[in-house]
């Protein structure tokens, strides 16, 4: 028997929903709204949650993350009054494991959770079959615990796998963690930077080279792609592959067949790819700056690192696995952080993620020399002063800017700029907020125009009539 949450706040739809999970023998809960959801789903520990895209407190797919993360990681099932391709997309995107539209039909309701339920249950079984070995990915957080579940399977598999992330969010470490676990990783691990090195190097490099094939070439040369045979290949930072390397590529990983530079014959290799980028490759696709028919072969599984701001509560780990790891390699004493230092920590937004976190923590340990202690004051500075701006826009301290401000490098002008401080413009509100109150404003013109005809406003609008029902119930408003 599993565990089904529904959050839907039309009653028939909870009713209809749970009589089906029921007579399937499944435990059913429902909530009206998202926060009612959520805190089910947090308790009963669910499998299942049909979610509702419009709710009384909000956008369901504005949720997905939180109820993805939770300790149960339950599959998410979308359900919604009308087709929305954005909204779809988003759901995939975020893992959801079907996307169902109102009106709802028993026999798909039946299927779509059986399929689901089956699928947990496979994941489970190949969760409990093998521990995946991490020594280097540290960490517990929901977000982080998704991304290794997809390395774990990655790992049982020998499909090419993308990992996308910021820079410093783990990928080379989450890449030799999927070879180390997979059927080859008694073969070689074979690492290229195509960001480091120059174009002219970087396809020898890959295909490798045969003496005298171009100037320098004093002998020849095996190339990654040959000594990778057997094992993986991790291309990092693949966005910046040069285009006409793309292509020869492309054909090696398709055929596992190459040809070095110079040569008549061609050679075989027997990789696996593991690729990596903190670019969005199809906007470099839309913009020809990166192949399509690459990017296809790429994402065999495409696996989304989490940046360190949403996984906070994995800080003290870390914190302690670093510190340890400094403190062996240099000889020092144990350093133990204080409460300013923490605090420091936990307030910073880390955009060099835990790369950027490491380097401070050394920098920290060599600035406290014998010391024990870590005080946030032995923090580099560039980290310092952003917290201080942090904690001072927090206290809603607005002098600071206009203190920080640039000014005149005459004194004149100095002292004019700080006797005479002009307030700053207000900020334009976001995109999502410039839309919601232009989609708002417009719905409400066109039901002046038609005194409230729902009918008329439908003709107008050229939507739907359950869709603009949809619509108003979104922003409150009462034809």
């Not at 109820?67 to 009308?82: A, C, D, G, N």
């Not at 910021?166 to 963690?177: M, N, P, V």
């Not at 004194?411 to 413009?425: G, N």
């Not at 107008?460 to 009462?478: A, D, F, N, Q």
Request: contains cysteine.
């Amino acid at each position: 028997m599993s565990r089904i949450v529904i959050v839907d706040d039309e009653l028939m739809v909870r009713t209809m929903l749970g009589d089906v999970a029921e007579s399937m023998d499944h435990e059913v809960h429902a909530a009206p709204d998202i926060s009612g959801g959520l805190a089910l789903a947090r308790e009963t520990g669910c499998d299942i949650v049909y979610l509702d895209v419009l709710l009384p407190d909000g956008n369901g797919l504005e949720h997905l993350s939180a109820f993805k993360q939770l300790p149960s990681q339950p599959e998410i099932i979308v359900i919604t009054s009308f087709g929305d391709p954005d909204g779809a997309e988003l759901a995939v995107r975020h893992g959801v494991w079907d996307y169902l539209q109102k009106p709802l039909v028993v026999d798909q309701v039946k299927l779509s959770l059986a399929r689901a339920l089956a699928f947990r249950q496979q994941k489970e079984n190949a969760n409990n079959l093998k521990a995946f070995s991490r020594p280097e990915i540290i960490g517990n957080s929901p977000a982080l615990q998704q991304a290794i579940s997809l390395a774990k399977e990655a790992a049982s598999t020998s499909v090419n796998v993308l990992l996308q992330g910021e820079t410093g969010t783990g990928k080379e470490l989450f890449a030799r963690a999927i070879h180390q676990n997979s059927p080859r990783s008694a073969r070689p691990f074979v690492t290229l930077d195509c960001a480091s090195i120059t174009e002219s190097l970087l396809e020898s490099q890959l295909f490798g080279h045969v003496k005298g094939s171009f100037t320098g070439a004093d002998r020849s040369r095996e190339g990654l792609l040959k000594l990778a045979h057997g094992g993986t290949l991790f291309l990092d930072e693949i966005g910046d592959l040069p285009l006409h390397i793309q292509g020869a590529f492309l054909r090696a990983l398709e055929t596992k067949r190459f040809r070095p530079l110079g040569a008549t014959l061609e050679l075989e290799s027997d990789f696996r790819l593991i690729a990596a980028t903190n670019k969005d490759l199809h906007e470099m696709v839309r913009l020809d700056m990166f192949r399509a028919d690459l990017l296809y072969r790429l994402r065999g599984m495409t696996i989304t690192l989490p940046p360190l701001r949403e996984r906070q509560e994995d800080l003290p780990l870390l914190i302690g696995h670093y510190l340890d790891k400094h403190c062996t390699r240099y000889g020092v004493c144990n350093k133990v952080p204080s409460d300013d230092f923490l605090e420091a920590i936990a307030t910073y937004d880390w955009p060099g993620n835990i790369r950027e976190l490491v380097h401070a923590l050394d920098r920290a340990c060599t600035a406290s020399i014998d010391d024990p202690v870590l005080f946030a004051r032995q923090l580099p500075t560039e980290i310092r002063v952003q917290v201080a701006r942090t904690a001072t826009g927090r206290n809603g301290n607005s002098s600071t800017s206009q203190v920080m401000r640039p000014v005149s490098p005459t004194p004149s002008a100095q002292l004019s700029e700080v006797m005479s401080p002009i307030a700053p413009p207000q900020a334009p509100p976001t995109l999502k907020e410039h839309r919601q109150l232009t989609e708002f404003q417009y719905l409400q013109d066109v039901l002046r125009h038609v005194s409230g005809n729902i009918p008329a406003a439908v003709e107008i609008t050229g939507v739907s009539r359950g869709h603009l029902y949809e619509l108003l119930k979104k922003h409150g408003i009462t034809p």
